[in-house]
């Protein structure tokens, strides 16, 4: 045997294991069931390619539980490991969520032992019990077994062993009992029986039980005086007659039958997550084409969210009970990818490959299917559940609305389930229905401000006029909005999004709108010249100078014409590498505001006053800053600023 030191993050993750208080330590069985059952998948579906090598019949895991060594043996004929697998599996940590876990730690397990119900910790989740593990594995192809032995502390030695097939064997030396610390007799019938059928009652495979112990005495006799023999007669083997789990499909059951414990178990084992799922949703097809799927909403976005290569996702896809791949993507458009589940699908063939999956007429139909079900449950949690429909939606907001952009979507389904901040509360979110009622007779759009930062927003010029006339305006805040907004016409219940930012203002009744713009066009008469010798002053900056509707507290703003794409759109659309023409926004300026009238007046006096131009930057700067945009020329900006302070005071 040769010794390996553990990774820095293994052994603290180790440390966190040996010394944890963390009660519910029982979970390291469901951990280890668990991989024995992946490994048993794994092996199954390399059977489909290579019966020669993978097949057998005799799927199982065996569990020894040895009372007179105080061991517990847990057993596959799965897959099984290399010498390399063991190295690379158990001696170092690959799993994205445990580092997460450890981050979260730093000040020691016993200050937050809900941790460790949070982050999956899987194998290493032995160590609580334990205080020595030993693994023998042979990978399938492999004549040679490999053994890895560790306490937990420090290293772990690796070494050639001997298995007669294909496998793995991890033997448990465990704990002394320990009520306080939740260490039970892990090796005690009844208890062994019942967590694994509290965790691992659907595993697809049979759990079955052996018990080593002493031979009882033989009882003594009453009456009798003779001296009885009460030394124990050797240790007997004893088989558990019926496998500890029902290993029923937990989808094939009738849902009244399944309590709410299990099915977030089974969504445990399938997901590595330790946390409960905030939805499920069930369902099954029929017609041309037959399947039961059990779909689940994580209550906790996975920090990879959106990175998709590396992602964990997409449902499992079984056929006629029997598993056939994980990560099934083809099941679910990319803005559900964050839905776990089973997919159970009658008429499929059993060998079908990823790429038959994507031409697949039934997978499409299923798929059909799913989305719309996935989201009238999303809109029916809406309904009973505001508050978890919010937390749902601080979770995947963003990616929902990935799927405006999507263009075999229903929009309207997607709009549906939409939630954002606006004007009419400083606090909770709306829906568009929600606006929709709160809207005046005469409104015939849905007004929205987009930008990156909602307090900019909140206080940004464009909304004067809508706040003064009591028009809802909705804040988006996320990257995706800018792109499904920007990138065409998209209305709800027939009305149009319009950007508070883009175009002109008209807002009220026709009759409002026929007088202000009379009004404006008034105004703007009287200032022709001198929005004429502004615009020169900044021509390089701007497409126009004129007068606006929308101000009424400010001095100036900039706005674009529809259909122009915003700041941030353009500049995300660069970055990936598109040529976007130069476009030049428009200078908006307040005709009531007293810079304003002041700077006519000047200009009645001295058309070619030099303050006109400064006071013409002064205002464009200050429509950047108010967007929360930047300063060609901060610099510049300050030195303008500051001239005219020294003059005025
Ligand atoms: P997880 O199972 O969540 O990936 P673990 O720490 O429990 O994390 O296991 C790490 C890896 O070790 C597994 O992903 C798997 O590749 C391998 N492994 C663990 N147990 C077994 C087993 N019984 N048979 C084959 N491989 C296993």
């Keep these: ?54 097949s057998a019949d005799d799927l199982a895991i065996e569990l020894i539980a040895n009372r007179i060594d105080r061991t517990l043996t847990i057993s596959d004929n799965g897959i099984g490991m290399t010498k390399e697998d063991l190295v690379e599996h158990l001696g170092t940590i690959a799993r994205s969520g445990t580092l997460e876990f450890l981050k979260k730690t730093d000040g020691g397990i016993d200050e937050a032992p809900d941790l460790i119900g949070q982050f999956g910790v899987g194998f290493y989740a032995s160590f609580m019990v334990a205080d020595e593990v030993e693994v023998v594995s042979r990978r399938i192809g492999e004549d040679k077994a490999s053994r890895w032995t560790s306490h937990g502390a420090g290293e772990y030695a690796l070494g050639d062993a001997e298995r007669d097939e294909a496998g793995t064997t991890i033997k448990l030396t465990l704990k002394p009992v320990d009520g306080d610390a939740g260490v039970s007799d892990f090796c005690d019938e009844w208890i062994v029986k019942n967590v694994v059928k509290k965790y691992s009652d659907f595993v697809g495979y049979p759990v079955k039980l052996t018990i080593i112990e002493e031979a009882a005495a033989p009882p003594a006799v009453e009456g009798e005086d003779e001296v009885i023999d009460v030394t124990p007669s050797g240790p007997t083997e004893r088989e558990v007659e019926e496998p500890l789990n029902s290993m029923k499909a937990i989808w094939t059951r009738p849902e009244s039958e399944v309590e709410d414990l299990e099915f977030d178990e089974f969504y445990k084992h399938i997901t590595h997550d330790f946390q409960e799922p905030s939805l499920r949703v069930s369902t099954s097809i029929e017609g041309t084409f037959e399947a039961r799927a059990l779909l689940y909403i994580p209550s906790k976005a996975p920090f990879d969210l959106y990175h998709r290569e590396r992602l964990q996702n997409g449902v499992q896809l079984y056929v006629r009970r029997v598993f056939i791949m994980d990560e099934c993507r083809e099941l679910l458009p990319e803005w559900l990818r ?81 939630l954002a901040p606006s004007t009419s509360d400083d606090t909770s979110l709306t829906s568009l229905a929600e606006y929709k009622e709160r809207m005046p007779e005469d409104q015939d759009s849905i007004y929205y401000i987009a930008g990156p930062k909602l307090e900019v927003l909140r206080r940004s010029p464009h909304l004067e006029a809508f706040k003064e006339k009591g028009i809802e305006v909705l804040f988006l805040t ?145 429509a950047i800053l108010a967007e929360g945009g930047q300063l060609d020329d901060p610099v510049g900006f300050a030195e303008l600023v500051n001239q005219l302070m020294a003059e005025t005071l």
């Design 478 to 622: 996320d990257a995706v909005d800018e792109v499904w907004v920007g990138q065409g016409p998209i209305d709800f219940k027939e009305l149009p999004f319009k950007s508070v930012g883009h175009g002109e203002v008209e807002l009220g009744s026709d009759e409002d709108k026929e007088k202000a713009k009379e009004d404006l066009e008034k105004k703007e008469e009287d200032f022709a010249n001198l929005l004429g010798a502004m615009k020169s002053a900044i021509e390089d900056d701007v497409k126009e100078v004129r007068l606006s509707s929308r101000l009424k507290s400010s001095a100036s703003c900039l706005v674009l014409e529809d259909g122009d794409l915003s700041p941030q759109l353009e500049a995300m659309l660069r970055q990936a590498g598109q040529e976007i023409p130069e476009r030049k926004p428009i200078l908006e300026l307040n005709p009531d505001h007293a810079v304003v009238t002041a700077l006519g007046k000047r200009f009645e006096t001295n058309p070619t006053d030099a303050r006109i131009k400064e006071s013409t930057k002064i205002l464009l700067g200050q």
């Design 1 to 54: 045997m040769e010794t390996h030191a553990f990774q820095a993050e293994t052994q603290k993750l180790l440390d966190l294991m040996i010394h944890s208080l963390y009660s519910n330590k029982e979970v390291f069985l469901r951990e280890l069931i668990s991989n024995a059952s992946d490994a048993l998948d794994r092996r199954r579906f390399e059977a489909v390619s290579n019966p020669e090598l993978a």
């Design 338 to 418: 964050f839905v776990r589940g089973v997919v159970d699908a009658e008429d499929l063939s059993l060998n079908v490959s990823r790429e038959m999956l994507q031409q697949d007429r039934q997978i499409q139909a299923i798929r059909k299917h799913l989305v719309k079900k996935v989201a009238d449950s999303l809109k029916k949690l809406s309904k009973d559940d505001a508050d978890a429909y919010r937390l749902f939606w601080a979770e995947f907001g963003p990616v929902i609305k990935e799927g405006l952009l999507d263009f075999e979507e229903k929009k309207g389904r997607i709009l549906d389930l939409l």
